[in-house]
């Protein structure tokens, strides 16, 4: 005799049924038994993480901080340039005032040679 219990469905359900109850504790022992790994392993990760949010925070500092000197030596930049700018149209404005000067002088004393030579010719 091979089985001997009877073969009908309540003797297959009460089997399946321990079986399954058989499953769910051999699982539950094998959890508890991993307990102690799992918890240091969750650490680990929770550290992990902890360091991986501060390097983040401190990469986030470090382009700010890259970001806010570009800017101020953008504005540095805009201001020189501005300041070198004006700089360049008063220089342009006095040579350009200087040459209306001599020009208009040059034009008076061509004016006086010519006015010069027609006195002369009289």
């Known amino acids: 005799m091979k089985n001997p219990r009877e073969n009908d469905f309540t003797g297959r359900r009460s089997d399946a049924a321990d079986a399954k109850a058989a499953l769910l504790q051999a699982h539950r022992a094998a959890q508890e038994a991993a307990e102690p790994t799992r918890l240091a392993r969750q650490e680990e990760r929770k550290a992990v993480a902890a360091a991986r949010e ?69």
């Open 54 to 122: 501060a390097r983040q925070a401190e990469a986030t500092k470090v382009k700010l901080e890259e970001l806010e000197r570009a800017r101020s030596d953008a504005l540095a930049a805009d201001a020189t340039a501005k300041i070198e700018a004006e700089t360049r149209e008063e220089v342009e404005k006095d040579l350009n005032s200087r040459t209306a000067e001599d020009e208009a002088a040059q034009k008076a004393e061509r004016d006086r040679r010519y006015a010069n030579r027609k006195a002369k010719k009289r």
